[in-house]
């Protein structure tokens, strides 16, 4: 119990850290590589949790198989029951392997990543700036750094919400939730995390935000603009109205 305590603190701080220093995170190396090895030792947890459920449902299938006495068909019903559930948990445990994968992936390229900074004998910030002008200028090795992140990460999302899709469909006990959770909160974080990263490395990236940013702008302005004209046009059609049943009726 401990330790989840410690590792929903540690998914805890990292969250706040990174909502409070959007960009801080993604340079500080040692925060960067703490948070995936985090997200590792939390998947690892809930295969743990979740062997140990496939392990409980296949010793109540086995003394169902060694009962005696009882009706055959509600057996077998039983039986077949206990089965669907053990498969549930068996694709849950896949996916969750799968993810580990693609996690520890997302640890090896950062690392990946800090080593060139090093070796660069740069700065952070001049690491990242270099990168920038090179994937502007089309250079092979930065398109390629760059695509394997976007790879890498887009492989993470996309095997992260596997597996919260499939747990959706599945009940989990107690501590295996307890695990659960703490994964979705280092999984936001990673995921924080590995777009700040890209978007420090990529000028278009930099550029699409800020397009984004614009264009959801402009479409405020454009619906409070039909807003306004919605209201003026209802307010002239209300003084018309009154004015039509305000007129005296003329005797004929």
Known sequence: MKKWIANIA??????VASTAHAALPVTDWVGLVQTTISALQSI???VYENTNIVYQYQMMANQLLQATGLDPEAIMEQF????DE???YEVYGTTLKDLYGTVQDNADYLKKIQGMVVSSGKTKEQWFEDQRTLLTNGDKTAKALFSLGEQIFSNTQSIAKRRQKIQSQIKLSPTAQAAAQTTNQMLDVLASQNSDLLQLMSVKAQSDAAKAQQENSDASEKAEALRAIKKSQDDEVQL???RVYNQPIRAQ
């Open 10 to 15: 540690v998914a805890a701080s990292v969250s």
């Open 86 to 88: 053990i498969g549930k």
């Open 44 to 46: 690892k947890s809930e």
């Open 80 to 83: 077949n029951s206990i089965k």
């Open 240 to 242: 018309l109205r009154s």
